[in-house]
């Protein structure tokens, strides 16, 4: 027993230092973590003299994010005097220990460095620097709250003079020293900022920033090496993540954040950040892929078709609008959700076409020849291969269904039901025939409910010839509708094509990655008009 006061219970924990204990407090009743110096350390003067400093320094803390100290002392009772140090017990896991099963999710593991950066932020307006932040001086408690400990190395700013370890020597642990430690340069509380950086990108990616076949290699790398993105690792991080991460890994002090508060707002409005958004259609044309790549250089301006750099405008001079006709036989292989759908749909008319589902009027072959045509105008239009594709599969489900006079009669509840549907079919269509992006689903939901309306309304005698009819004038109409958006002539240059003629409009560069339709002087055009 420690000072005839603590019962040490069981060892948690064994570091350069010493080890660490759960005890009970016999005279206030509590559990409490215990920390002794080693036996090698307690004879060297300087040693304990930082064993005394870190209680001193943890002392003066008092945060929700920091390990409490209760008591300081020297345990005489086996001849030698035997310091230790007395410490609120975290019940939970290091974070060590957690990332034993994996990185992390990236909420929770922004939330986590969130608490720690703010038990750093009360730390450091006192003057003290961790100087050892890394996962095992983590602690996660079972409520997802986070305890920063063993602040065995913490320096007050005032004692920046004293140089208790002595030049030259690191004191922390490799893989999350900041270059100035390394160097033996003063540190500031941006050098907790760099652990800190360090400590996010384990949990973002499951190993750290640097990573050698021995300390002095990790070192090194700290010193002149470069991390790999956490994206690269990871690709679903957002891009201001790893900006976060990049500004806390700088190697001078400087053009690190500031303080742990702005790195905190900077991490938690990470996440929030808008991403780059996605390309808009799947094996459809690319319609701003209307000539040959520009230069490298300055970012060109929208529809900018020119192969060479045009000729410098003269003062007062505005730019004239050349309109750039887009080729509608081009094809990009690009797979989205409507192609998935629209390849379903072609699956689904093969299928069809070798049973005898509908035994009259050549049914088989007619859906066989949408299956086909549907898979080769998928490399055109998704939009189109879904109207041709989808059209016999609904037919086949309209024919087995109930909804049919012929077994239920005129009764006026099942009138409305077909009148509604064909509404809706309408509907359909039309929403189908303006999106050039997605109305490939508008025209599955328009062949389910106008089919179900028609083998309602119609009898046996007319119901296949109407439907060949109506998937001829649809894949028709659909076709010409895709023909025109093709070839539609769009301003280069970054003309506004709703402007009038002549009218000089400042240029916006797309950014890499943009949506095709911004490009183009269909659908995206004129959402910025």
């Known amino acids: 027993m420690l000072g005839q006061r603590y019962e040490l219970v069981e060892q948690l924990g064994h570091g350069g230092m010493g080890t660490v204990y759960r005890a009970v407090d016999h005279r206030l009743r509590r559990t409490v973590a215990v920390k002794t110096l080693s036996a090698e350390l307690a004879m060297q003067p300087e040693f304990l003299t930082r064993f005394q400093r870190e209680a001193h320094a943890a002392a003066a803390l008092n945060h929700p994010g920091v390990a409490t100290v209760h008591d300081v002392g020297e345990d005489a009772g086996g001849g030698a005097a035997e310091p230790y140090l007395v410490?609120?017990?975290?019940?939970?896991?290091?974070?060590?220990?957690?990332?034993?099963?994996?990185?992390?999710?990236?909420?929770r593991a922004v939330d986590i460095t969130a608490q720690v950066l703010a038990a750093l932020d009360h730390s450091h307006q006192h003057a003290i620097v961790h100087r050892d932040i890394k996962p095992a001086n983590v602690m996660l408690t079972a409520s997802g709250a986070v305890k920063v400990v063993d602040f065995g190395i913490a320096k007050a700013l005032s004692e920046v003079a004293t140089r208790l370890t002595g030049t030259g020597v690191a004191v922390g642990t490799p893989a999350y020293l900041a270059p100035e430690q390394i160097n033996g340069a003063a540190t500031d509380h941006r050098?907790?900022?760099?652990?800190?950086?360090?400590?996010?990108?384990?949990?973002?990616?499951?190993?750290?920033?640097?990573?050698?076949?021995?300390?002095?290699?990790?070192?090194?790398?700290?010193l002149a090496a470069e991390p790999v993105p956490p994206s690269r690792l990871r690709p679903e991080l957002p891009p201001a993540v790893?900006?976060?991460?990049?500004?806390?890994?700088?190697?001078?002090?400087?053009?690190?954040?500031?303080?742990?508060?702005?790195?905190?707002?900077?991490?938690?409005?990470?996440?929030?950040?808008?991403?780059?958004?996605?390309?808009?259609?799947?094996?459809?044309?690319?319609?701003?892929?209307a000539g040959p790549a520009p230069a490298v250089g300055p970012a060109p301006a929208i529809g900018t078709a020119a192969?060479?750099?045009?000729?410098?405008?003269?003062?007062?001079?505005?730019?004239?609008?050349?309109?750039?006709?887009?080729?509608?036989?081009?094809?990009?292989?690009?797979?989205?959700?409507?192609?998935?759908?629209?390849?379903?749909?072609?699956?689904?008319?093969?299928?069809?076409?070798?049973?005898?589902?509908?035994?009259?009027?050549?049914f088989s072959r007619v859906a066989l020849l949408a299956a086909v045509a549907g898979s080769?105008?998928?490399?055109?239009?998704?939009?189109?291969?879904?109207?041709?594709?989808?059209?016999?599969?609904?037919?086949?489900?309209?024919?087995?269904?109930?909804?049919?006079?012929?077994?239920?009669?005129?009764?006026?509840?099942?009138?409305?039901?077909?009148?509604?549907?064909?509404?809706?079919?309408?509907?359909?269509?039309?929403?189908?025939?303006?999106?050039?992006?997605?109305?490939?689903?508008?025209?599955?939901?328009?062949?389910?409910?106008?089919?179900?309306?028609?083998?309602?309304?119609?009898?046996?005698?007319?119901?296949?010839?109407?439907?060949?009819?109506?998937?001829?004038?649809?894949?028709?109409?659909?076709?010409?509708?895709?023909?025109?958006?093709?070839?539609?002539?769009?301003?280069?240059?970054?003309?506004?094509?709703?402007?009038?003629?002549?009218?000089?409009?400042?240029?916006?560069?797309?950014?890499?990655?943009?949506?095709?339709?911004?490009?183009?002087?269909?659908?995206?055009?004129?959402?910025?008009?």
């Open 87 to 107: 410490m609120e017990y975290v019940a939970g896991r290091t974070l060590s220990q957690v990332l034993r099963d994996g990185p992390l999710a990236v909420a």
């Open 191 to 222: 050098t907790d900022l760099y652990a800190v950086g360090c400590l996010l990108y384990e949990l973002l990616t499951g190993r750290p920033p640097y990573t050698g076949d021995s300390p002095f290699s990790v070192m090194h790398q700290h």
């Open 242 to 289: 790893d900006a976060v991460i990049a500004r806390a890994l700088h190697k001078r002090r400087e053009d690190r954040f500031p303080d742990a508060a702005t790195m905190r707002t900077a991490l938690t409005t990470a996440p929030r950040a808008a991403p780059t958004p996605p390309a808009p259609t799947p094996t459809a044309l690319d319609p701003a892929a």
């Open 307 to 362: 192969p060479a750099a045009a000729p410098p405008a003269h003062a007062g001079s505005a730019p004239s609008p050349r309109p750039v006709r887009r080729r509608p036989a081009r094809v990009v292989f690009r797979p989205t959700a409507e192609g998935a759908v629209a390849l379903l749909g072609c699956l689904l008319c093969l299928v069809i076409s070798r049973t005898d589902m509908i035994e009259v009027g050549q």
């Open 376 to 529: 080769v105008l998928l490399l055109w239009s998704a939009r189109l291969a879904c109207a041709v594709a989808w059209g016999p599969v609904a037919e086949a489900v309209a024919v087995w269904s109930e909804l049919a006079r012929a077994n239920i009669g005129w009764e006026t509840h099942y009138v409305i039901i077909a009148l509604v549907l064909g509404v809706v079919s309408a509907l359909c269509l039309a929403a189908g025939y303006k999106d050039e992006h997605t109305g490939g689903f508008a025209l599955i939901a328009f062949w389910f409910t106008s089919l179900a309306a028609l083998w309602f309304f119609l009898d046996d005698l007319r119901k296949i010839g109407v439907f060949y009819v109506l998937l001829l004038a649809v894949t028709l109409t659909i076709a010409a509708q895709v023909l025109k958006t093709r070839t539609r002539p769009t301003p280069s240059e970054g003309t506004d094509a709703a402007g009038p003629p002549g009218a000089e409009t400042p240029r916006r560069a797309v950014p890499a990655g943009a949506p095709a339709a911004a490009a183009s002087g269909g659908r995206g055009t004129r959402r910025a008009g």
